[in-house]
């Protein structure tokens, strides 16, 4: 396990390999599409009616392959919890690129889409295609045998820190920052360390998520199980107020119901900021600085296969890359084209990026329900 001091921007601790944002409320329908690759003859480049990138052949060639036998499906099922703006912008960059090819997007919450993706693989019934999910999302959907492998060619414009060792696609990342009320607190009396705000002037001023297994399970990692553990205690011995959903939480902190929020969202915090909210990310972070990659996981049995495999290449384009950018969302690309959209919140910070195979999320969400729950399940 490597931990690193960010010098300028971003630098990125891998616990062996890599290990949501909130959305939509109403889950919409999928269409079930009647296009089926495999109906087609296996030729050369395809394998059980899928196209496969042959000897030699260029990218650009592969990707306009993959792209004929997607229209040949008609359309790709994606299952995410974004918000609709966001959806809209994914559908259409999608468009523009790949007008030929329906996107049909499932919104909901990633706890509604969860569950959903796990019966339809219990039942045999898979109606989605890909999944943009979490790190612990992809963990229990790999362990019910859910998830299709598939290494994208387009993989290799991504940064050296985030391809994994594992069969994970990560496409974005997300990064948890403490942040404060301007009118409430100045930010010379913020402490330095995490253990910090275990002091007694906290008590009854921070808040963390109400499900924040993600968060701990990062801190955890690069805290060591005892301090970490040392930490959390003596967190909720100062009672956080817990709040569902990021937005949610981002929302009261501007409106000075807490004085600090401990595990906002980096994108999140740069929009509020922008539009004027007094609030304001802690800079530089305490370490470690815990960071979730977001992945496009494919569906085994995906009833679109081709265009299932299209769309993950396209989220590791510029033009996929640029909705999340758009968004104040990090991406994965390698080179300075990209520019970070909240680069100075990551300077100087240890961070820490754990991939689905790299934390036991199971053990975490239990953790965090002991410590700060009593044990119970969080409330709906």
């Known amino acids: 396990m490597r931990q690193h001091t960010l010098p300028r921007f971003i630098a990125v601790m891998l616990v062996g390999g890599l290990l949501a944002a909130c959305g939509g409320d109403g889950e919409t329908s999928v269409d079930d599409g009647s296009g089926d690759a495999a109906a087609a003859s296996d030729g050369e480049g395809l394998e059980d009616g899928v196209v496969v990138q042959m000897d030699g052949e260029s990218r650009e060639d ?49 706890g509604t889409l969860l569950e959903r993706a796990l019966l339809e693989s219990e039942s045999g019934n898979v109606q989605g295609d890909v999944y943009h999910a979490s790190s612990g999302d992809v963990a229990v959907l790999e362990a019910a ?11 290799a414009d991504v940064a050296e820190e985030f391809k994994t060792e594992g069969p994970y696609v990560a496409a974005s990342y997300l990064s948890y920052h403490p942040a404060f009320n301007t009118d409430l607190v100045d930010e010379a009396d913020l402490p330095d360390d995490w253990m910090g705000y275990c002091d007694e ?14 968060w701990i399970a990062g801190l955890l990692a690069g805290m060591g199980e005892e301090a970490g553990m040392e930490f959390l205690q003596c967190l909720a011995a100062n009672e956080p107020r817990l709040v569902r959903g990021t937005s949610n939480r981002t929302e009261l902190l ?57 769309l993950v290449e396209f989220f590791l384009t510029p033009e996929g890359q640029q909705v999340w950018l758009n968004r104040n969302k990090a991406g994965v690309l390698a080179g ?25 999320f199971d053990e975490t969400f239990q953790i965090f329900n002991d410590t700060f729950l009593g044990g119970e399940a969080p409330a709906p």
């Open 336 to 360: 300075d084209e990209q520019e970070h959209p909240y680069g100075e919140l990551m300077e100087d910070a240890e961070v820490v990026v754990l991939g689905p195979g790299e934390a036991d």
């Open 201 to 214: 002037e906290w008590r009854g001023q921070l808040a963390i998520d109400q499900e924040g297994a993600d």
């Open 62 to 110: 592969y990707i306009d392959r993959l792209y004929e036998a997607a229209q040949e499906e008609g359309t790709v099922a994606y299952y995410t919890s974004a918000n609709d703006v966001e959806t809209q912008a994914i559908i259409d960059s999608w468009d523009e690129m790949f007008p030929e090819v329906g996107f049909d997007p499932v919104s909901a919450t990633s």
């Open 254 to 310: 501007a409106a000075g119901e807490f004085a600090v929020m401990l595990d906002g969202y980096g994108h999140s915090l740069r929009e509020f900021e922008q539009q004027g909210a007094p609030i304001r990310a802690q800079r530089p972070s305490p370490d470690p600085l815990p960071v979730m990659p977001q992945f496009e996981m494919m569906f085994k049995d995906a009833p679109h296969p081709n265009a299932a495999r299209l």
């Open 145 to 155: 045998g859910a998830r299709e492998e598939y290494r994208p060619v387009n993989e």
